[in-house]
């Protein structure tokens, strides 16, 4: 099968189509059955169902098809499919190969270029990523309005904490600091010198030492 690149030259229309036709009358010609294969993107309306690695072989005969229309931008006609009539629709540039079924001479073409396929995709997104909000921007919250100056109440709060959710909690109060004051020096017990020398501890039945209070 031979290959073609059909590039064709600046303010020129592309080879590949009348190439295509040529070879068509060549199999129709000698009563062989022309076939092509077209590469399958979203672009070509055909059976996904016998789609197999983006390719689908397709029967181009006039026995095989109806209204075929092999034109410079489209081949289009009508094909049955397990029974059922289906519209095909094919760019031009989406067929990489045209031969005869019956000993394969033809002729190749490259695929669509991947770029190409995608131009339009990028076109359709461009305008919604540049209506689309910057990522730095983030979203905005919306904030409470705070209350007009004239309406603000200058006399001195008596809302309780708890009546008054908006407060913050007043710090708990310091626990109020203790101290021991020394009790005073038991009598002495009997038998005992009454040098007025204070006792190394609390005498016999000493209490609990009084508390004073810090404020």
Sequence with gaps: ?????????????????YLIRALHDWCTDNGFTPYIAVHVDRFVQ???????????????GFDAT?????????IQFKARFGGT???????????????????????????????????????AAAPAAADAPKPARGLRLASVPSPAPDAVDESP????????????????????????VPASPAP???????DGSEPDGPGPGAGRPALKRIK
Aim: proline share 12%.
């Design 1 to 17: 099968m031979d290959q073609s690149t059909d590039k064709g030259g600046p303010g020129n229309s592309s080879t590949r189509p």
């Design 46 to 60: 055909v059976p996904m169902e016998y789609v197999s690695n983006n390719e689908i072989v397709l029967n181009v």
């Design 66 to 74: 109806s209204g075929l229309d092999l034109g410079n931008e489209f």
């Design 85 to 123: 009539a289906r519209e095909i629709m094919v760019p031009v540039d989406h067929v990489v190969a045209i031969y005869a079924r019956e000993n394969g001479q033809g002729m190749a073409f490259p695929a669509p270029e991947a770029a190409d396929a995608a131009a339009p995709v990028a076109g």
């Design 157 to 180: 709060a008596t809302e309780s904490p708890l009546e008054s959710p908006a407060a913050a909690p007043e710090p708990a109060a310091a626990a109020p600091a203790l101290t021991s």
């Design 188 to 194: 002495a017990a009997d038998g005992a010198p009454d």
